[in-house]
């Protein structure tokens, strides 16, 4: 009696990359919330963007669902989400002055570079992954979009506390732009020691 094998693939549609995926839904809903200005709603569908990211992750992990579909996937919805929120953030942060184009230009350009590069190392079989340096840049990334958002909201709920939130989202896009552009060096420095 022969017995059947199965090679059982994994499945590509699973759980961590359906939140992917609602994720990237969630991005184009937050530009929208960000181009008719409803403060509230941009922090609610941000957050819960930022969680489906941590979930994706954690589930992928423990369940053991990582797919070669997911790893491209999971990072270029991210930054879609990310360098999206600070190119229809740019307009009112240049009028008001605490976001400039050049600072939004760092965040795509390295975003772009990184992402050329690492696609062109691992095709020659280097491993590029997110080191602790990207990992940092993420989430202040992160913080100081929350930050914008929470300082859009600060005078209508506590308007004593506006001028703290305004100056924690300027020292939080510094910040950011700061650990982008290092992260950035680090990575176009990290591929040229594979490459010579």
């Known amino acids: 009696m022969a017995l059947l094998t199965s090679s059982r693939r994994p499945q590509i549609w699973n759980l961590p990359n359906q939140l992917t995926a609602s994720r990237f839904v969630l991005a184009l809903?937050?530009?929208?919330?960000?181009a008719v200005q409803l403060w509230l709603w941009c922090l609610i569908v941000f957050l819960l963007a930022a969680f489906t990211d941590w979930l994706d992750g954690y589930l992928a992990r423990k369940q053991n669902l990582v797919s070669t579909l997911g790893r491209i996937l999971d990072p270029l919805v991210d930054k879609v989400l990310m360098c999206g929120a600070y190119i229809f953030l740019l307009p009112i942060g240049a009028k008001e002055g605490w976001l400039q184009p050049w600072m939004v230009t760092v965040v795509v350009a390295r975003e772009l570079v990184i992402t050329g590069l690492r696609s062109w190392m691992e095709a020659h079989g280097a491993h590029f992954g997110?080191?602790?340096?990207?990992?940092?840049?993420?989430?202040?990334?992160?913080?100081?979009?929350?930050?914008?958002?929470?300082?859009?909201?600060?005078?209508a709920i506590a308007a004593p506390t506006s001028a703290f939130f305004a100056?924690?989202?300027?020292l939080l896009i510094w910040a950011m732009t700061v650990a982008t552009l290092l992260s950035g060096l680090q990575y176009v420095w990290k591929a040229a020691r594979l490459l010579y």
Request: charged fraction near 15%; proline fraction near 3%.
């Open 29 to 34: 809903v937050l530009f929208v919330l960000i």
């Open 130 to 155: 997110a080191d602790w340096l990207g990992k940092f840049k993420m989430g202040l990334q992160c913080a100081a979009v929350i930050a914008v958002f929470v300082a859009f909201l600060a005078p």
């Open 167 to 170: 100056w924690a989202r300027d």
